[in-house]
Nanobody, 126 residues
Framework: HVQLVESGGGSVEAGGSLRLSCAAS????????MGWFRQAPGKEREGVAV????????TYADSVKGRFTISQNKAKNTMYLQMNSLEPEDTAMYYC???????????????????WSQGTQVTVSS
């Protein structure tokens, strides 16, 4: 079965940076839609950034545009989320997601992703 191994969460002061990684195993498609969602206590889950594993079809939430960057190592089926200028409002559990949907136009926040990681906590203090 597909596994998503996520790493890189932690605690940082406002203005700091963190980098999340997500390695996917046993995805059978040559191109996959992967990215991150997050959920803060008492708030709804929201998409943060998604992209096709070849670098196309990138979408960011408005709240992170200009601060977060999604990238990939296609050979390793690994995605990265570089988070800069972190704010206390970014504090949440971050989940890596993946789906064998390789069409850029359909790789977005509304895609019902088939695979989810267990999550990693990101805490930003003011």
């Amino acid at each position: 079965h597909v596994q998503l191994v996520e790493s890189g969460g932690g605690s940082v002061e406002a203005g700091g940076s963190l980098r999340l990684s997500c390695a996917a195993s046993r995805l059978t498609a040559s191109r996959n839609c992967m990215g991150w969602f997050r959920q803060a206590p008492g708030k709804e889950r929201e998409g943060v950034a998604v992209a096709i594993t070849d670098g196309t079809g990138t979408t960011y939430a408005d709240s992170v545009k200009g601060r977060f960057t999604i990238s990939q190592n296609k050979a390793k089926n690994t995605m990265y989320l570089q988070m800069n200028s972190l704010e206390p409002e970014d504090t949440a559990m971050y989940y890596c997601v993946a789906d064998e949907m390789g069409i850029p136009q359909l790789c977005g926040m509304r895609l019902p992703f088939n695979y989810w990681s267990q999550g990693t906590q990101v805490t930003v203090s003011s």
